[in-house]
């Protein structure tokens, strides 16, 4: 069933677990994550984000997520995420999307707070919800990546502010994350979790979390992270699935598909699991 994910997350925020939110930007992966979730009971969170759209555009995502979604016998929020611009996150909310994550954290904080505060007025009115961004969550790779990332980690007196001012739905939170594939071991800021989430009490979001350690989810979890964002297990998950296909003879991409759904498949079932949301649906 379609929901929104201001629900789903107060449910998560009140029992203590996370959602699993897991960018699908094809059939497969869709597939992936849907019938895992099912498998598990799980809610789940499911979308793309703007970076994403090279790969697939977003009126041919929304053309099967969201009907997949309604179909699901699981609770499932679809969500734009990143989304860069006041365009394509106006776009997302035509298409059916239902929560929208408007990134402005690389703009001076007072841009980041007004333009935030017009996107949640907006939503609100469509029965749609935003997750913000206050801090800045670098890359592993590429231009994203900071020199020193604790100079932008989320300060919670800010977040508190930030909060007022928009509010907004959900928090993504700098606390030590990064986007990608981790070089070394990351060190996420559990107390700086807690404190914001005990100031704001909003359900906080974590970005880049594939790579860090299963004690590590757990752990932010229980601080007061509701939702996880998954993209680089996943997609690596796919490609060897299909590398594992080849090996075993397959010669069809109809025949390399059951090995790319089933080895997302195992990634869905392992983070659902860590997080604490299976049986929750």
Do not use: W
């Amino acid at each position: 069933m379609l929901v929104n994910m201001k629900d789903m997350l107060a449910d998560a925020q009140r029992g203590g677990y996370a959602i699993g939110f897991f960018n699908a930007v094809n059939m497969e992966m869709a597939r992936a994550v849907i019938e895992t979730a099912e498998e598990l009971h799980a809610p789940v969170m499911v979308g793309t984000a703007e970076i994403l759209l090279p790969a697939m555009p977003l009126e041919h995502v929304a053309k099967y997520l969201i009907p997949m979604a309604r179909e699901a016998g699981v609770p499932v929020a679809v969500h734009y995420d990143h989304g860069l611009t006041f365009e394509k996150c106006m776009e997302a909310l035509k298409l059916g999307f239902r929560s929208v994550m408007y990134d402005c954290s690389t703009a001076s904080y007072e841009e980041n707070a007004a333009r935030v505060a017009q996107m949640v007025r907006i939503c609100h009115a469509m029965g749609a919800t935003v997750e913000g961004e206050l801090g800045h969550v670098g890359d592993n790779e590429g231009a994203g990546k900071l020199e020193n990332p604790s100079d932008f980690f989320t300060d919670p007196a800010v977040a508190v502010d930030f909060v007022q001012k928009t509010n907004v739905d959900a928090l993504a939170v700098a606390v030590g994350n990064a986007h990608g594939d981790y070089k070394f071991p990351p060190k996420l800021d559990f107390e700086r979790i807690s404190t914001i989430s005990r100031e704001t009490g909003l359900p906080l979001v974590l970005h880049g979390g594939s790579g860090l350690s299963d004690d590590d989810f757990r752990e932010a979890a229980r601080r007061g992270i509701c939702k996880v964002n998954i993209f680089t297990d996943l997609d690596k998950a796919g490609k060897a699935g299909i590398e594992e296909g080849l090996r075993a003879g397959a010669r069809t991409m109809m025949e390399l598909i059951p090995y790319e759904t089933e080895a997302m498949k195992a990634v869905v079932r392992e983070k659902i699991r860590l997080f604490g949301s299976d049986g929750r649906a």
